[in-house]
């Protein structure tokens, strides 16, 4: 069984900064895809960015190039989503998921564990 503490989610002004993390624990993490997932009210759960174990492969939803960047720290078994340049649109509840696969996948079908999912709310 794998475990998925996430932290640093909040209220921020647009144009703003968030910086949320993920910390798994239990399984080893080795050989896992990690991906964040979002979704707003009324809204499917869409990824905005995942990575591969390596981190040498990224993938980012079209609505946050440039502005989000993911990023890890095996040895501490996190990964990060940095957030900038924040819009009232990227208010969502934000979860980081995982899964034992080498490929990038943006379908939350294709992830396996959870987080506890944070809101992140954007105010103009």
């Known amino acids: 069984q794998v475990q998925l503490v996430e932290s640093g989610g909040g209220v921020v002004q647009a144009g703003g900064s968030l910086r949320r993390s993920c910390a798994a624990s239990?399984?080893?993490?080795?050989?896992?895809?990690i991906g964040w997932f979002r979704q707003a009210p009324g809204k499917e759960r869409e990824c905005v960015a995942c990575?591969?174990?390596?981190?040498?492969?990224?993938y980012y939803a079209d609505s946050v190039k440039g502005r989000f960047t993911i990023s890890r720290d095996n040895a501490k078994a996190t990964v990060y989503l940095q957030m900038n340049s924040l819009k009232p649109e990227d208010t969502a509840v934000y979860y980081c998921?995982?899964?034992?696969?080498?490929?990038?996948?943006?379908?939350?079908?294709?992830?396996?564990?959870w987080g506890q999912g944070t809101q992140v709310t954007v105010s103009l």
């Open positions: 990575i591969t174990w390596s981190g040498d492969r990224t």
């Open positions: 998921a995982a899964a034992y696969a080498s490929y990038l996948s943006d379908r939350h079908t294709n992830y396996d564990y």
């Open positions: 239990g399984r080893t993490v080795r050989n896992m895809r």
